[in-house]
Nanobody, 130 residues
Framework: QVPLVESGGGLVQAGGSLRLSCAAS????????MGWIRQAPGKEREFVAA????????YYADSVKGRFTISRDNAENTVFLQMNSLKPEDTAVYYC???????????????????????WGKGTLVTVSS
């Protein structure tokens, strides 16, 4: 069973909005920080946003601050990414990720690339047209 499943991607015009969801298969994910990572065509994966297990201290990449909002519903084992004022440069496959060793959003933002994450979804494609 895939532990993390993303949904909500699609094609949207610049300036539009999308809401991504990441459903976790197990309640243990409510104890982990959760993050969104994206990968644009021909580019490396980059951090987008993270949220602590408690929902506190969301952390964002500078490129999405003020436009994206991460949230979570631990009762539903789901993490959301509300994306507003989308730009063509937001076009990417968006992945959610988690690791049992990381409970804090800022820590996830710092260590995800260096140490890797144990759990990844398969991604959902977001395409923003100009």
């Amino acid at each position: 069973q895939v532990p993390l499943v993303e949904s909500g991607g699609g094609l949207v015009q610049a300036g539009g909005s999308l809401r991504l969801s990441c459903a976790a298969s197990e309640r243990t994910f409510s104890h982990y920080a959760m993050g969104w990572i994206r990968q644009a065509p021909g580019k490396e994966r980059e951090f987008v946003a993270a949220i602590s297990w408690s929902g506190e201290g969301p952390y964002y990449a500078d490129s999405v601050k003020g436009r994206f909002t991460i949230s979570r519903d631990n009762a539903e084992n789901t993490v959301f990414l509300q994306m507003n004022s989308l730009k063509p440069e937001d076009t990417a496959v968006y992945y959610c990720a988690a690791d049992p060793a990381i409970t804090n959003a800022e820590a996830l933002a710092i260590v995800w690339r260096k140490y890797g994450m144990d759990y990844w979804g398969k991604g959902t494609l977001v395409t923003v047209s100009s």
